[in-house]
T-cell receptor
């Protein structure tokens, strides 16, 4: 089973910030939070990841709560090209689980003009 | 950089036929993996490898074989294709240290009739 819970769909107006929530209440201390997105049926595209601290890169910001049980991906100025399915993933660094990226069903983000 | 390259992009098989999906990466990554994605679903791990000569099963390994003779290549074999294996297949690679990005190929769309 996926270890994350995300809303199935969200809308956002073009130019506004898109805030995508994720719950990962059973996350372990050595597991990272990753965000990927998938446009149509292309290969998943990496966005950002973090362990404990908030992170920012040229694409997005990742806010992780202090207890690490939830996080929010922020796209600061959404464009129509950001319409995609966004996956919040916890990745284990434990070899016994295959270092797997545990994909759920993700959030389908629709950016509207 | 080529990144992760998958071939072929599309394939139609008859039930019972065999084929190999190819995956190659040029980033010297130890970790390589195969996922399948069914319509409306997230990705599920089939098999993975943490280095040449080392492979293991993921969440949905039945009907698939893998081998890893070199760091660069990780082929996925279907020995006797079944309609239930109709799916989009993605290959991914990364280092195995925590907190690193996984790179995905663009996928192979397989239809078994």
């Amino acid at each position: 089973d996926a270890k994350t819970t995300q809303p199935p769909s969200m809308d956002c107006a073009e130019g506004r910030a898109a805030n995508l929530p994720c719950n990962h209440s059973t996350i372990s201390g050595n597991e990272y939070v990753y965000w990927y997105r998938q446009i149509h049926s292309q290969g998943p595209q990496y966005i950002i990841h973090g362990l404990k601290n908030n992170e920012t890169n040229e694409m997005a910001s990742l806010i992780i709560t202090e207890d690490r049980k939830s996080s929010t991906l922020i796209l600061p100025h959404a464009t129509l090209r950001d319409t995609a399915v966004y996956y919040c993933i916890v990745r284990s660094t434990n070899s016994n689980s295959g270092y797997a990226l545990n994909f759920g069903k993700g959030t389908s983000l629709l950016v509207t003009p | 950089n080529a990144g992760v390259t998958q071939t072929p992009k599309f394939q139609v098989l008859k039930t019972g036929q065999s084929m190999t999906l190819q995956c190659a990466q040029d980033m010297n990554h130890e970790y390589m993996s195969w996922y399948r994605q069914d319509p409306g679903m997230g990705l599920r791990l089939i098999h993975y490898s943490v280095g040449a000569g080392i492979t293991d099963q993921g969440e949905v390994p039945n009907g698939y074989n893998v081998s890893r003779s070199t760091t660069e290549d990780f082929p996925l074999r279907l020995l006797s294709a079944a309609p239930s294996q109709t799916s989009v297949y993605f290959c991914a690679s990364s280092t195995i240290t925590g907190g690193t990005e996984a790179f995905f190929g663009q996928g192979t769309r397989l239809t078994v009739v």
